[in-house]
């Protein structure tokens, strides 16, 4: 197979590519085109590969292929003719964006671990932001500003951030950040006196380019800190983006952005107060009905039945019921609650005289199957969701009965 000249590393800005169509390989479920000149650049190093078009062709991806060929990644269905000379455009955007967030790393890299001693242990290219996981497992935001602070300053003065070919020998006395991961003749990528790396992957030409960069925000991962940063471009739409959040939330609170962290908190606060006062009405709501209840309630062994639907109230209601059901004595409840989910919730709590000779598995065994009803529980509540395949009314009487039977039977 023949290599596909790689144009990428010499010529990073060009655009544009005449190229001659060598063959069409299958690459997974696609099809993937191999040229004979290519500036498309294929993914590695966490930095993807290419979109863009071969003459009217669209290209989703590019990654390394066999014998030091190329893949150009086709969308689906589309097939250029092989021998056929077409223009290649590469997705410009795409492109620079990655080229903007891969330099900036290089150069917060090597700022981390000039300035404050900190490596880098991984990094990751993402669409919305990248990463840099360092070794160490803290780091305070004044250091982080410090960074911040240094890198930004070197944006501004626009260093030429350079290449160089050497011999793996000379490259290895030449004081690296990382360690040399190929074997033979060693690709170095300079910023200045700030950072020096082995890398296969495309760059801006000086950190002026990079325009800004920031790092908004840190996690613990693997006992380590992974920071997350933004350069060049995405820096404007970021800023604009969070701008017009806080403009919105100004206008919703009435308020000047510096209050609306204490606009925010006083919300919260009256929002738990308020839960708490509904959570207390919705129990006391839950005690008076059944109290009501028991004064028209039939007794079996001077217990009260009290059958409910509660399909026209909230999900907690059910556990307000149950908090109720706690401060009565004596009640054999069953209450049940059609959800907007399609689940039928079943709740059923038996205490007082009527519970010593009670037998849940009576229950489970003839009136619950006939909702299909999962969950359980111990004395005295049982409870979980079934299926509605008979009425409330049938199912309320259904249990009316088996108390009175399991009466009959222990008498
Ligand atoms: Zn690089």
Known sequence: MQETGKMYWEHPYLKELDSQVIDIKQHDKQLAVIVDNTIFYPEGGGQPGDRGWIGPY???DTQYGPEGSILHILEEGQIPAIGAAYRMKIDWDHRYDFMQQHTAQHLISGIMYS???IGTLS?????????IEIDTDEI???????IEDTVNHIIRTNIPVT???????????????????????????????HDLIACGGIHVASTGELFHVMCIGTEKIRGHVRTQWLAGSRCVS???????IIKQLCAAFSAPSR???GCATSLQTQLSDIQYTLRNCQTACATMIL????????????TPIVVLDISDRDPDFMKRLAEAANSIDSIALSVLQHRDDGKLAWMIIIKGAISDRFDFTLLKNELLPSISAKGGGRPPMWQGVGTAHISNEAFFRKFIELLKNQRNISG
């Open 115 to 117: 300035q404050e001693a």
């Open 58 to 60: 669209r290209i989703t």
């Open 123 to 131: 990094v990751h290219f993402g669409n919305d932001e990248f990463t």
């Open 259 to 261: 209050h609306l962290v």
């Open 140 to 146: 305070v935001d004044r250091t982080l500003y410090a």
């Open 238 to 244: 970021v800023f604009r983006q969070n701008h017009s």
């Open 291 to 302: 109290e009501h209840q028991i004064t028209r309630a039939e007794y079996v062994d001077q």
């Open 163 to 193: 290449s160089e070919t050497r011999s793996l020998e000379e490259a290895g006395s030449m004081g690296l950040r990382r360690e040399i991961k190929v074997d033979n003749a060693v690709r170095l990528i300079r910023i200045g006196s």
